[in-house]
């Protein structure tokens, strides 16, 4: 059992950056696939980025790339998702998730994931 719990959010004028942080319990962090999603109102949930258990792998949204940086930390069992030159359609709640299993191709199918955050609101602003 894996459970997470993301900090980091709140409001940034556009251009802006945020530093988004997700720590995981559970002494099997390091096995863990993890990625970030977002959720703008009225809109279904988007990948944003992920990384493989290692930290080696990485695979970031064509909407954020170059903007958003992940990263994780297994000693502090915590993963980062770095935001900066935020635009006004970054707007969103973000989450954290885990998977144990999955491929590069799927890293941004929600479905893989097996367990997730409640959620962080980022709002920009102009």
């Known amino acids: 059992q894996v459970q997470l719990v993301e900090s980091g959010g709140g409001s940034a004028q556009a251009g802006g950056s945020l530093r988004l942080s997700c720590a995981a319990s559970?002494?099997?962090?390091?096995?863990?696939?993890m990625g970030w999603f977002r959720q703008a109102p009225g809109k279904e949930r988007e990948f944003v980025a992920a990384?493989?258990?290692?930290?080696?792998?990485?695979v970031t949204a064509a909407s954020v790339q170059g903007r958003f940086t992940i990263s994780r930390d297994s000693a502090k069992n915590t993963v980062y998702l770095q935001m900066n030159s935020l635009k006004l359609e970054d707007t969103a709640v973000y989450y954290c998730a885990a998977r144990l299993s999955g491929s590069r191709s799927d890293y941004g199918v929600s479905s893989t994931y097996n367990y997730w955050g409640q959620g962080t609101q980022v709002t920009v602003s102009s």
């Open positions: 559970g002494r099997t962090f390091g096995s863990y696939g």
């Open positions: 990384v493989n258990w290692s930290g080696g792998t990485t």
